[in-house]
Protein backbone atom coordinates (compact mmCIF):
# COMPACT_ATOMS: atom_id res chain seq x y z
CA UNK A 1 0.00 0.00 0.00
CA UNK A 2 1.35 2.89 -1.19
CA UNK A 3 1.78 5.79 1.34
CA UNK A 4 3.31 10.06 1.73
CA UNK A 5 5.83 11.31 3.78
CA UNK A 6 3.22 13.33 5.32
CA UNK A 7 1.30 10.10 6.51
CA UNK A 8 4.34 9.20 8.07
CA UNK A 9 5.11 12.67 9.78
CA UNK A 10 1.34 12.82 10.63
CA UNK A 11 -1.40 11.87 11.99
CA UNK A 12 -4.73 11.25 9.83
CA UNK A 13 -6.57 14.47 12.35
CA UNK A 14 -3.66 16.27 11.48
CA UNK A 15 -3.94 16.16 8.13
CA UNK A 16 -7.33 16.36 7.84
CA UNK A 17 -7.25 19.17 9.68
CA UNK A 18 -4.50 20.66 7.59
CA UNK A 19 -6.64 20.22 4.42
CA UNK A 20 -9.43 22.23 6.49
CA UNK A 21 -7.10 25.52 6.71
CA UNK A 22 -6.49 25.53 3.05
CA UNK A 23 -10.09 25.20 2.20
CA UNK A 24 -11.10 27.92 4.43
CA UNK A 25 -8.20 29.98 3.51
CA UNK A 26 -9.24 29.22 -0.43
CA UNK A 27 -12.79 30.64 0.35
CA UNK A 28 -11.60 33.87 2.35
CA UNK A 29 -8.76 34.58 -0.73
CA UNK A 30 -11.78 33.88 -3.25
CA UNK A 31 -13.93 36.44 -1.21
CA UNK A 32 -11.32 38.89 -0.96
CA UNK A 33 -10.28 38.54 -4.17
CA UNK A 34 -14.32 39.54 -5.29
CA UNK A 35 -14.47 42.13 -2.77
CA UNK A 36 -11.82 44.18 -4.60
CA UNK A 37 -13.33 43.76 -7.97
CA UNK A 38 -16.62 44.94 -6.54
CA UNK A 39 -14.89 48.46 -4.99
CA UNK A 40 -12.95 48.95 -8.31
CA UNK A 41 -15.88 47.83 -10.19
CA UNK A 42 -14.31 45.36 -12.18
CA UNK A 43 -15.71 42.93 -13.79
CA UNK A 44 -13.63 39.09 -12.71
CA UNK A 45 -11.85 39.21 -16.30
CA UNK A 46 -10.61 42.17 -15.66
CA UNK A 47 -10.22 41.81 -11.88
CA UNK A 48 -8.14 38.26 -11.47
CA UNK A 49 -5.72 40.40 -14.01
CA UNK A 50 -4.88 42.53 -10.99
CA UNK A 51 -5.71 39.91 -8.25
CA UNK A 52 -4.77 36.74 -9.52
CA UNK A 53 -1.13 36.79 -8.78
CA UNK A 54 -1.81 38.21 -5.17
CA UNK A 55 -1.40 35.94 -2.05
CA UNK A 56 -3.65 36.27 0.83
CA UNK A 57 -2.09 38.84 2.56
CA UNK A 58 -1.65 40.64 -0.85
CA UNK A 59 -5.34 40.83 -1.02
CA UNK A 60 -6.24 41.70 2.73
CA UNK A 61 -3.81 44.92 1.96
CA UNK A 62 -5.14 45.56 -1.08
CA UNK A 63 -8.98 45.28 0.51
CA UNK A 64 -7.89 47.07 3.61
CA UNK A 65 -6.68 50.25 1.43
CA UNK A 66 -9.81 50.16 -0.79
CA UNK A 67 -12.28 49.68 1.64
CA UNK A 68 -10.70 52.47 4.19
CA UNK A 69 -11.54 55.24 1.79
CA UNK A 70 -15.07 54.76 1.77
CA UNK A 71 -15.45 54.31 5.78
CA UNK A 72 -16.19 57.41 7.08
CA UNK A 73 -17.47 57.05 10.77
CA UNK A 74 -14.58 56.61 12.75
CA UNK A 75 -16.05 53.75 15.07
CA UNK A 76 -16.80 51.73 11.92
CA UNK A 77 -13.31 52.49 10.94
CA UNK A 78 -11.24 51.20 14.13
CA UNK A 79 -13.80 48.36 14.11
CA UNK A 80 -12.81 47.75 10.27
CA UNK A 81 -9.15 48.01 11.51
CA UNK A 82 -9.17 45.82 14.12
CA UNK A 83 -10.88 43.08 12.04
CA UNK A 84 -8.24 43.60 9.04
CA UNK A 85 -5.73 43.19 12.20
CA UNK A 86 -6.95 39.69 12.88
CA UNK A 87 -7.27 38.71 9.46
CA UNK A 88 -3.45 39.18 9.06
CA UNK A 89 -2.70 37.36 12.22
CA UNK A 90 -4.85 34.29 10.86
CA UNK A 91 -2.98 34.56 7.34
CA UNK A 92 0.26 34.11 9.65
CA UNK A 93 -0.85 31.02 11.14
CA UNK A 94 -2.48 29.60 8.06
CA UNK A 95 0.78 30.55 5.99
CA UNK A 96 2.59 28.79 9.22
CA UNK A 97 0.55 25.61 8.78
CA UNK A 98 0.49 25.67 4.88
CA UNK A 99 4.18 26.25 4.19
CA UNK A 100 6.13 25.74 7.36
CA UNK A 101 8.70 23.18 7.67
CA UNK A 102 6.98 19.61 8.64
CA UNK A 103 9.00 17.23 10.73
CA UNK A 104 9.07 15.07 13.42
CA UNK A 105 11.21 12.52 14.95
CA UNK A 106 12.00 10.67 18.42
CA UNK A 107 14.42 13.54 18.99
CA UNK A 108 12.16 16.31 18.85
CA UNK A 109 9.66 15.94 21.30
CA UNK A 110 8.77 12.61 21.08
CA UNK A 111 7.95 12.15 17.59
CA UNK A 112 5.33 14.91 18.08
CA UNK A 113 4.81 16.63 14.42
CA UNK A 114 6.59 20.56 14.16
CA UNK A 115 6.62 23.38 11.74
CA UNK A 116 9.01 25.88 11.35
CA UNK A 117 8.62 28.92 9.58
CA UNK A 118 11.43 28.64 6.52
CA UNK A 119 11.21 31.71 5.74
CA UNK A 120 12.37 33.14 9.13
CA UNK A 121 14.35 30.67 10.63
CA UNK A 122 16.13 28.30 8.44
CA UNK A 123 18.21 28.27 5.93
CA UNK A 124 18.53 25.21 3.33
CA UNK A 125 22.22 24.07 2.18
CA UNK A 126 23.16 21.25 0.31
CA UNK A 127 25.45 18.43 2.60
CA UNK A 128 28.69 17.27 1.55
CA UNK A 129 26.37 14.12 0.14
CA UNK A 130 24.59 16.62 -2.13
CA UNK A 131 21.25 15.98 -0.38
CA UNK A 132 19.37 19.06 0.24
CA UNK A 133 19.30 19.64 4.80
CA UNK A 134 17.74 21.66 6.88
CA UNK A 135 20.53 24.12 8.70
CA UNK A 136 18.37 25.12 11.88
CA UNK A 137 19.02 28.87 13.15
CA UNK A 138 15.98 29.31 15.18
CA UNK A 139 14.97 32.45 16.44
CA UNK A 140 12.54 31.06 18.41
CA UNK A 141 10.94 27.29 19.21
CA UNK A 142 9.46 24.80 16.73
CA UNK A 143 5.50 25.02 17.01
CA UNK A 144 3.85 21.75 17.97
CA UNK A 145 0.61 21.19 16.09
CA UNK A 146 -2.32 19.03 17.91
CA UNK A 147 -4.96 18.14 15.21
CA UNK A 148 -7.32 20.29 17.64
CA UNK A 149 -4.82 23.68 17.50
CA UNK A 150 -4.90 23.20 13.41
CA UNK A 151 -8.52 23.45 13.66
CA UNK A 152 -8.60 26.03 15.65
CA UNK A 153 -7.02 27.85 12.77
CA UNK A 154 -9.74 26.60 10.55
CA UNK A 155 -12.30 27.88 12.18
CA UNK A 156 -10.68 31.25 12.97
CA UNK A 157 -10.64 31.31 9.10
CA UNK A 158 -13.99 30.26 9.02
CA UNK A 159 -15.61 33.16 11.66
CA UNK A 160 -13.17 35.61 9.62
CA UNK A 161 -14.81 35.38 6.66
CA UNK A 162 -18.35 35.14 8.22
CA UNK A 163 -17.55 38.39 9.79
CA UNK A 164 -16.01 40.19 6.95
CA UNK A 165 -19.07 39.27 4.74
CA UNK A 166 -21.41 41.02 7.49
CA UNK A 167 -19.26 43.75 7.83
CA UNK A 168 -18.68 44.57 3.98
CA UNK A 169 -22.71 43.96 3.36
CA UNK A 170 -23.93 46.58 6.29
CA UNK A 171 -21.01 49.42 6.42
CA UNK A 172 -20.00 49.07 2.63
CA UNK A 173 -23.33 47.97 1.19
CA UNK A 174 -21.57 45.52 -1.14
CA UNK A 175 -23.89 43.13 -2.36
CA UNK A 176 -23.37 39.31 -3.96
Keep these: MKTTLAEGVLSPDQLKAIGCVAVESSFLESFLEFLVWRLTNLNE ?5 FTDQLR ?11 AKSKITDPKIL ?6 ISRLKEA ?17 DNFGQPYTIDLSKHDVLDLSEHGVLAMKRRLRSDPVFFSSTKIMETAYELSDLYLELAQFVFVYLGLAS
Excluded at 91 to 107: F, L, P, T, Y
Design 91 to 107: AEKRNHIIHGRWGGSVR
Design 78 to 83: EEFINL
Design 45 to 49: STGKF
Design 56 to 66: LKGRIELFSDL
